[in-house]
């Protein structure tokens, strides 16, 4: 029993509601006689039946709508019902079974001498590993040098015991310019640096702070020798750490168009080694006392400087912390570790001429530089943080008031 | 992450449900309303309110001196235009369908486009083109055209087109309020997709004419579609769901100029491109697409951009439509060709 | 090529439409035309009843989705019939969208004609068959095509007129002007037929022209113009058949206007309510050029009601086939899409089609595929 189904009155149409029935169930129809009145958002139609029998069912009352391709009514009749034509925005197209997800390889012959690799980012990881890719076997099709490659051939180098990143290749200086190639770590850290700057609107703020009150402090608790050394880093990072409780932006990164501020602070302090520029990460640090943060903190910087870390220690840091002091310098704008949102810096502490009640007398001085970036906060937040922080060095026993 | 216009709209919950049809008839009421200067004319918009019924009811309310028919020829309703913008009106006219609009091609490439640069910025031509186009609705030959790409590959036409009746209603409040002549590309085969929501002209941001929206955020591939496409590149990310990947959908809304911003920063996560557009893949739109991206992302490449375009043959009759649009499938056959295995790193025991 | 210089009265339409047979069936005398024999005429009404039901046909055919669309040319039989059977066997027709009937009324297979609408193909038929050219959408774009293929004719030496077809909205178009006055130029024999029918879509005469009729837009180009009543096959006919002659023995283009009307909407999609009143219509289809026609015949003896119920019966029982043939639905495939762009396939194409074809194997190989 064939139904009549509502077919697309008009180029694209969606739909239609019902107006009026010329007929009932039970009638007897003729074909092309009219049957029913659809309103259309073009136009009032009115609709002949296809095929000539008795209505047996109307399906929809007037004022009811009708989807294309939804039956309008069914006919009893002896007609084998032909196929109804749909036209319109059906997008009923059905969905072919997807077996095998192949990996669609592009099959390259090598050109040149120039060995195929699988994408652009692939080649450059090789580059960045100082691989040789016409050394790697690539196990694509074609040869493919594929991901897999790459990273097997940078396993089987790092297998290798010579550990320290490779002096530059002799290049005979030709009158006296020598060109040495940014590869590996070194590379990293170059695209990290890059990155940042060019990713990151960022702004400085820098205060002189009066450290002596800070240093009296730090005697004292390192009086008794059989406790763990507090060192002034341990310090401003703990310092630090209550400043980032009172102003959560500054623990933040970019994402898209958010910020994100995460509940936890892990705490990159950066460490000068043979290989450069480390940031080993405390996790959690906000959880850690001062003594604990001071062990960790010392911990992660012999084994920086010892090579030890795993990579899991060397990322995802969410704030990090500078002394660039040791390198007899007052203040830095420093560059933001990407994807963090400020670094905190502390330069040396010398002493100078202050004022003090009055008189001018020598203190030990040293200066705080916050870099941070200025989407997360304004000048006043950035402020307020390096402010609350320069007042836990000047006045540290008030510190204990935040805890 | 970023709001998907499409399915968190924000608007209140009683916000109604409009045909994009209708957010372009409001939106063309509106911008009569508030401009004076604002004209909308071309064949049978008048009285029957336009084939697609855009212009319903806005001859009888705004009176046959700002909205009539004309006679019917393309190349006068274009030619007039722009003697009108020229002398200080802002018309919106409309071409029947995209293939009809073709008369009018010297007018739009010859005039339209170049005016503005001809004088040195004298003469403004704040011109608006409406042309229905795109496939998917069963129409027989010279319906279903997509010629986005002739008014994108000519300087100084602006060519928009929205997917959503919200963006229809936006976009066309503003391409009327831009001073650069616009192509206004409306997907017929969508006048009658239902959006609840508020049109809202965001008239603060006239930037948003120039920009392309992430519609739907994922990680893994970067879809790149607008007008039509955008349905089936949504439906594509669903299914990619279920088989275990994540698909980005950005709705370009602009195809010129080009929002590189949105795109890039988003296959620069990805590493992974495909564009879908109904228009054939020769010479497409897609192919500008490709290339920008191939330039700006290389290093971020893990595969080619890839192309989901009709075949490059005329438009198909009715009944052979359906194998030349670009399908669910189609989307994600080229998502299998994005190289996994070749760029992924092998997974290791604890790594 | 130098255009006969003509004086301008040689060129202007008459004042009133030209009528063979009125409103009423009764027979006019014409100054410019000449009475077609009772054979012609009684090949125009059974011609007329045919197209008629044949469009009726067609009309229901599209509410019911077994086309994608029709726009019908109800009302306007007396100049689809009347121009073609007009034309000789070498002559060209350039039919517009509306025109199926005419197509049909040439001799071209119905259903293939309808191949269009029913979205089976852009053109079912072959145009060098009974020298047809392709039904398509744009207007006024097929004038330049006929008077190309007329110049080409006579180029060769070969006597053949083109009957182009168009509309009063099509008069508007750039490519109208133009073929004027190339045909004009080059004397090209063409035959310009107006079917003015008194609406581009909703668009009315009043906003589409400020010309006196649209046949005295001839003059403009030195093209001679006719009016003449498009209700009346009789003089449609013996306009058509004079314009040809004088076409094929070099007297060049000439601009033939017959006034009519549209008695369905534009096509199923359209609503005729938001733009015209129904007075308007009711006094239209009093003027019927096939009860006109029918009513003359029947006077003359030449037609009974007997002859007229065979013609009926005929009528229904083409329309029963077509039904028939129609909601039989036809393979479709999808290599076509491929074969035909160019004269031989390029690489390129190839690729896609083999492209395709794996995909539909795949699809037919899947057992999971909702279908």
Redesign the interface.
């Known amino acids: 029993m064939p139904a009549f189904l509502l077919p697309d009155l008009g180029e694209g149409l969606t739909e239609a509601e019902i107006v009026t029935w010329h007929v009932q169930t039970g009638d007897t129809v003729a074909v092309d006689q009219p049957i029913v009145e659809v309103e259309t958002a073009k136009a009032v139609v009115e609709v002949p039946v296809p095929f000539a029998g008795r209505v047996t069912a109307l399906h929809g009352q007037p004022g009811d709508v009708v989807a294309v391709g939804e039956p309008l009514l069914t006919v009893d009749t002896a007609e084998t019902g032909s196929v109804l034509v749909g036209y319109g925005t059906s997008s009923g197209h059905h969905r072919r079974h997807r077996a095998t997800r192949s990996s669609g390889d592009t099959g390259i012959p090598p050109r040149n001498g120039r060995p195929p690799v699988a994408s652009p980012l692939i080649r450059q990881l090789a580059r960045n590993a100082g691989l040789d890719l016409t050394t790697i076997r690539g196990s694509g099709r074609g040869g493919l040098i594929t991901r897999q490659d790459v990273d097997a051939a940078i396993s089987a180098r790092q297998a290798e015991p010579a550990a320290v990143p490779e002096p530059a290749p002799a290049v005979p200086p030709a009158g006296g310019v020598i060109r040495i190639p940014i590869r590996g770590p070194r590379k990293s850290v170059a695209d990290k640096l890059s990155r940042s700057r060019r990713e990151i609107p960022e702004a400085t703020v820098w205060v002189d702070v009066d450290a002596t009150e800070m240093l009296r402090l730090r005697a004292a608790l390192n009086a008794d020798e059989s406790a763990p050394k507090i060192s002034l880093l341990a310090l401003l990072s703990r310092f630090t750490i209550l400043a980032l409780s009172r102003h959560p932006e500054l623990n933040a990164r970019i994402e898209g168009d958010e910020i994100v501020m995460g509940p936890s602070v892990h705490l990159g302090v950066a460490a000068q080694t043979d290989r450069g520029l480390m940031v080993p990460v405390v996790r959690d640090a906000q959880a850690h006392t001062l003594e604990q943060l001071a062990v960790a903190v010392a911990e992660r910087t012999r084994r920086a400087r010892d090579g030890t870390l795993g990579p899991a220690e060397l990322t995802g840091g969410t704030f990090t912390v500078n002394n660039y002091g040791v390198f007899g310098v007052d203040g830095s704008a420093a560059i933001i570790n990407h994807p963090e949102a400020a670094i905190l810096g502390i330069g040396r502490i010398i002493q100078r001429p202050w004022v003090v009640d009055g008189q001018v007398v020598p203190r030990h001085m040293t200066e705080l530089t916050l870099a941070f970036d200025h989407r997360v906060c304004d000048g006043g937040t950035a402020g307020g943080f390096l402010r609350f922080i320069a007042d836990c060095v000047e006045f540290p026993a008030n510190v204990l008031r935040h805890l | 992450m970023t709001a998907i216009a499409e399915r968190s709209p924000g608007p209140p919950v009683t916000a109604p449900e409009v045909t994009m049809a209708t957010a372009l008839n409001q939106a063309l009421a509106d911008a009569l309303t508030e401009d004076e200067t604002v004209l909308v004319f071309g064949e049978d918009v008048g009285p029957l309110g336009g084939v697609f019924r855009v212009t319903d009811g806005l001859a009888a309310r705004f009176g046959d001196t700002r909205v009539f028919d004309t006679p019917l020829a393309e190349s006068g309703i274009v030619g007039t235009a722009i003697g009108m913008a020229m002398n200080g009106l802002r018309p919106v006219v409309e071409m029947q369908f995209d293939a009809f609009a073709y008369p009018a091609f010297e007018q739009i490439t010859s005039h339209l486009a170049k005016l503005r640069n001809r004088t040195r910025g004298r003469v403004a031509l704040p011109v608006v083109i409406r042309i229905p186009y795109g496939g998917g609705i069963g129409g027989v030959e010279h319906h279903c055209d997509s010629s986005e790409a002739y008014y994108a590959h000519t300087a100084g036409l602006r060519v928009v087109t929205p997917a959503t009746p919200g963006d229809a209603y936006m976009l066309l409040r503003q391409a009327i309020e831009c001073p650069d002549p616009v192509i206004f590309l409306e997907p017929k085969r969508r006048y009658w997709s239902k959006q609840a929501t508020v049109l809202d002209h965001a008239g603060t941001n006239p930037k948003t004419l120039d920009r392309a929206i992430v519609r739907r955020p994922g990680s893994d591939v970067t879809l790149i579609a607008y007008g039509g496409t955008l349905g089936t590149a949504l439906e594509a990310a669903d299914a990619a769901e279920e088989e275990g990947r994540s698909l980005e959908v950005i709705d370009l809304r602009s195809l010129s100029p080009f929002d590189d911003e949105t795109v890039t920063a988003s296959v620069r996560r990805t590493g992974r491109a495909i564009v879908v557009h109904e228009a054939s893949r020769f010479c497409g739109y897609g192919a500008e697409v490709a290339a920008r991206l191939s330039e700006q992302c290389f290093h971020y490449l893990e595969a080619p951009v890839l192309r989901v375009a009709g075949f490059d043959i005329p438009y198909p009759p009715p009944h052979l439509e359906e194998y030349h649009l670009p399908s669910v499938d189609r989307i994600l056959d080229a998502v299998d060709r994005l190289q996994w295995q070749e760029t992924s790193p092998a997974v290791r025991a604890g790594g | 090529m130098v255009p006969r210089s003509r004086k301008p009265e040689e060129l202007l339409p008459t004042g009133a439409p030209l009528t063979l047979v009125d409103a009423d069936g009764r027979a006019v005398p014409s100054a410019g035309l000449a009475m077609p024999g009772d054979e012609a005429l009684l090949a125009l009404h059974r011609k007329m009843v045919l197209a008629r039901r044949f469009d009726t046909?067609a009309t229901?055919?599209t509410?019911?989705?077994?086309?994608?669309?029709y726009p019908s040319a109800r009302g306007q039989e007396a100049g689809e019939v009347g121009a073609v059977l007009a034309l000789r066997p070498q002559d060209w027709l350039f039919p517009t969208y509306r025109d199926t009937m005419a197509v049909v009324c040439r001799g071209a297979d119905p259903v293939e004609v309808l191949s269009?609408?029913?979205?089976?193909?852009?053109c079912g038929y072959d145009p060098y068959e009974y020298r047809v050219a392709p039904q398509?959408?744009?207007?006024a774009t097929n004038t330049l095509h006929a008077v190309g293929v007329a110049h080409a004719a006579k180029l060769k030496g070969e006597d053949a007129v083109a009957l182009v077809m168009l509309g009063d909205?099509?008069t508007?178009?750039?490519?109208t002007h133009a073929a004027l006055n190339f045909a004009a130029v080059w004397q090209a024999p063409v035959v310009f037929f107006v079917q003015n029918n008194g609406y581009?879509?909703?668009?009315p005469l009043s906003?589409?022209?400020a010309a006196p009729s649209l046949a005295h837009k001839g003059v403009g180009y030195g093209v001679p113009g006719m009016l003449v009543d498009g209700n009346d096959a009789a003089a449609v006919y013996a306009a058509v058949r004079r314009a040809v002659a004088s076409g094929a023995e070099g007297g060049g283009p000439t601009l033939i206007e017959a006034l009519t009307y549209r008695i369905e909407?534009h096509?199923?999609?359209?609503?005729a309510?938001?733009?015209r009143d129904q007075a308007e219509v009711e006094g239209w289809l009093a003027r019927d050029p096939l009860a006109r026609i029918r009513k003359h015949l029947i006077a003359r003896g030449l037609l009974d009601e007997p002859a007229v119920a065979a013609l009926e019966a005929e009528a229904e029982a083409e329309a029963a086939a077509l039904?028939q043939r129609i909601?039989?639905?036809i393979a479709?495939d999808?290599a076509?899409?491929?074969r035909h762009?160019y004269a031989e396939q390029t690489p390129?194409?190839r690729w896609?089609q083999q492209e395709?074809s794996a995909?539909?194997a795949?699809?037919a190989d899947?057992?999971?595929?909702?279908?």
Do not use: M
Request: aromatic share 4%; with cysteine.
């Open positions: 046909q229901a055919l509410r019911q989705g077994r086309l994608a669309v269009l609408l029913r979205g089976d193909w852009h398509c959408t744009p207007l909205g099509a508007s178009e750039g490519d581009a879509i909703s668009v906003k589409q022209t909407a096509t199923n999609a359209d609503d309510t938001r733009y039904r909601n039989t639905g479709h999808p076509d899409l491929f762009v390129d194409l896609q395709l995909e539909l795949a699809a899947d057992p999971e595929v909702a279908r």
